[in-house]
């Protein structure tokens, strides 16, 4: 197949090589945050590609060289009452990360710079990550009053163990790229210019096999490792965090650049 590219309303673009596909977040002036424009133009192509059949690999970047993706873009919620929010995590947030989810292909994250919250969340999402030296993580989630709500807190234990991913967690502390590699959470690490060629390359190696067998292995691996109710436990716990004062406080000491002030209500 040869190669082409489109654009899904301009903050999310779609490349296609051979048998590789690269969807690119498109926001590098908002460091690829996700607002809803996002994960509606995340999920449409995400969808298209599992029904293509030419496609064997996906690899999912941000634009630039300052992010893969920052996390929740928090502006958006200022002004929103909590029916809003609600609506917005029901029928545009949650869908989406379910479509990442339910992923029978293979998907690499090729983890430019800053990957933060619910950025963060996608990486965990993939099958494999390759970074750049750049590259931060951070699951940063808590610092809002929050919890992250798409499965983190069951698959970074599963990745880089309880305690690890529980210091990550609790303190919201962003690594660097040679940490990451260290824990288990990064496969590779590379330099900046050489991210894409390495995430081709693992692409390219994937899409060589037998297409029937790697999704079966992925289905297979996934099983085991995913606890279902646990993960639907997360969406619960996050919702009870989304009924308190102290989101509202985060949300607007994050649009007033100052530290927030947390009451426990």
């Known amino acids: 197949m040869a190669e082409k590219s489109a654009k899904n309303e301009e903050v999310v673009l779609l490349s296609i090589r051979e048998h590789v596909a690269v969807v690119t977040l498109n926001r590098p002036e ?6 809803s424009a996002v994960f509606s ?25 300052k992010a893969f993706c920052a996390g929740i873009d928090l502006r958006e919620r ?16 949650f869908p989406c990360f379910k479509s990442l989810e339910d992923m029978k292909k293979p998907l690499i994250g090729a983890i430019n710079g800053l990957s933060l919250g619910g950025g963060a969340e996608i990486a965990l999402m993939c099958d494999i990550r390759i970074a750049s030296k750049n590259a931060r993580f951070g699951q940063t989630e808590v610092k809002w009053a929050i919890i992250p709500a798409a499965g983190a807190c069951q698959r970074l234990p599963a990745l880089i163990g309880l305690g690890r991913a529980k210091e990550l967690l609790l303190t919201g502390r962003i690594i660097d790229a040679a940490e ?15 991210l894409m060629q390495k995430s081709y390359e693992i692409a390219d190696m994937i899409g060589e096999n037998g297409p029937v067998a790697v999704r079966q292995i992925k289905k297979a691996v996934d ?11 997360d969406s619960e716990a996050s919702e009870a965090c989304y009924h308190t004062q102290d ?9 007033e650049k100052r530290k927030p002030k947390y009451s426990g209500i």
């Open 78 to 93: 200022k002004g929103m009452s909590s029916k809003e929010v609600n609506s917005l995590r029901r029928d545009i947030i």
């Open 30 to 35: 908002a460091m690829n945050s996700l607002n």
């Open 223 to 233: 099983l085991g490792a995913k606890n279902v109710l646990a993960l639907a436990f």
């Open 41 to 65: 133009g995340l999920k449409k192509i995400i969808d298209d590609m599992e029904k293509d059949d030419e496609i064997r690999a996906i690899i999912i970047t941000g634009a630039g060289d």
């Open 180 to 194: 990451g590699e260290k824990i288990g959470l990064f496969n590779h690490i590379t330099s900046q210019d050489d």
């Open 247 to 255: 989101r509202l406080e985060g949300i607007a000491a994050f649009n």
